[in-house]
T-cell receptor, first 114, second 114 residues
Framework: DADVTQTPRNRITKTGKRIMLECSQTKGHDRMYWYRQDPGLGLRLIYYSFDVKDINKGEISDGYSVSRQAQAKFSLSLESAIPNQTALYFC?????????????FGPGTRLTVT | SQKIEQNSEALNIQEGKTATLTCNYTNYSPAYLQWYRQDPGRGPVFLLLIRENEKEKRKERLKVTFDTTLKQSLFHITASQPADSATYLCALDITGAGSYQLTFGKGTKLSVIP
């Protein structure tokens, strides 16, 4: 089984709808991240969490919110989706030990807002 | 202004040759720099990390250099193969505090031609 999973893998939604993207990990890592990737803009950090009680805004947090329900689960919500939130969304984790800085990515969620 | 620049959007190279990709950054003193590989529609995969006090790091056919004076990292793939075709991303901690927060370059798409 994959270490970092994301659901759904694909989603089409309408403008104004609320949508939640979910991320689960079995790596036992404390740190989790949400990114979006757009052609020509690369990967950009939306939110990150260093433990269950520590959540921080990233470069482009406007229009998004997150919830860290447990060490293994980190959800991203779009309260009122808009077309320019159409993108590929990735969850990532990083942990301790000698490889503390490496990030492990999930397979991504392709979101289309019409 | 662009924080991290990978100065080739695309690079085509003949099989068997050495591919060299460049990552430049400005105004930061990162404690480390990382390289990732991303295949179409998939999440990035960690390849190598090099620290500020390291000049060079190797892993199989991969070699990374890090010149903190030039603010540049070079990523080399020797004896390139068609299977090496992918987009390669550099990433670094722009906070300079050895944090776990990464900022990614836009990537270089490498195509290895048989």
């Amino acid at each position: 089984d994959a270490d970092v999973t994301q659901t759904p893998r694909n989603r089409i939604t309408k403008t104004g709808k609320r949508i939640m993207l979910e991320c689960s990990q079995t790596k036992g890592h404390d740190r989790m991240y949400w990114y979006r990737q757009d052609p020509g803009l690369g990967l950009r950090l939306i939110y990150y969490s260093f433990d269950v009680k520590d959540i921080n805004k990233g470069e482009i947090s406007d229009g998004y919110s997150v919830s860290r329900q447990a060490q293994a689960k980190f959800s991203l919500s779009l309260e009122s989706a808009i077309p320019n939130q159409t993108a590929l969304y990735f969850c990532a984790t990083s942990g301790g030990g000698g490889s503390a800085y490496e990030q492990y990515f999930g397979p991504g969620t392709r979101l289309t807002v019409t | 202004s662009q924080k991290i620049e990978q100065n080739s959007e695309a690079l085509n190279i003949q099989e068997g040759k050495t591919a060299t990709l460049t990552c430049n950054y400005t105004n930061y003193s990162p404690a480390y720099l990382q390289w990732y590989r991303q295949d179409p529609g998939r999440g990035p995969v960690f390849l190598l990390l090099i620290r500020e006090n390291e000049k060079e790091k190797r892993k199989e056919r991969l070699k990374v250099t890090f010149d903190t004076t030039l603010k540049q990292s070079l990523f080399h793939i020797t004896a390139s193969q068609p299977a090496d075709s992918a987009t390669y991303l550099c990433a670094l901690d722009i906070t300079g505090a050895g944090s776990y927060q990464l900022t990614f370059g836009k990537g270089t798409k490498l195509s290895v031609i048989p």
